[in-house]
């Protein structure tokens, strides 16, 4: 008997050496050394010392908040029933029949006065958006 027909007798020993050759490739890799060059613990707590916090800055919670009465003043030109498949969609993470069973309407009509809304949005927000990604 060959050594192939062997381990397909016994799958067990084949499936261990294909798990050994997968770590052994892993610890062989460029990717796996760079763990092994680890800084020392104390030198790690003063790395991670220095990095920034995850907390946003100052100016992040301006234009978060100049984001927010933008959005609310825009929300305001809004029809009713507009604001209110927005609100339900967005803010209550709705799914699109249930916005349509609420409100009594069709599924295609929720589409469409979801898709007008976001274009009316689009345009009402659209320095806003420029101005941040630049």
Known sequence: MHKAEAELDEPGKWVTRIAINTCLDRL???KWQI????PKPDDEAAILDMTRTPEPGADAEVFAAEIQA????????LSLRQRAVFTLRHYADRSLDDIA???GLDVGTVKMHLFRTMR????ELHDLY???RS
């Open 101 to 103: 069973e609420l409100l």
């Open 28 to 30: 062989r890799s460029r």
């Open 70 to 77: 933008r959005l609310a003043r825009a929300l305001d030109k």
């Open 35 to 38: 763990w092994r060059r680890r």
């Open 120 to 123: 009316k949005l689009r345009v």
């Open 130 to 132: 420029f101005a941040r």
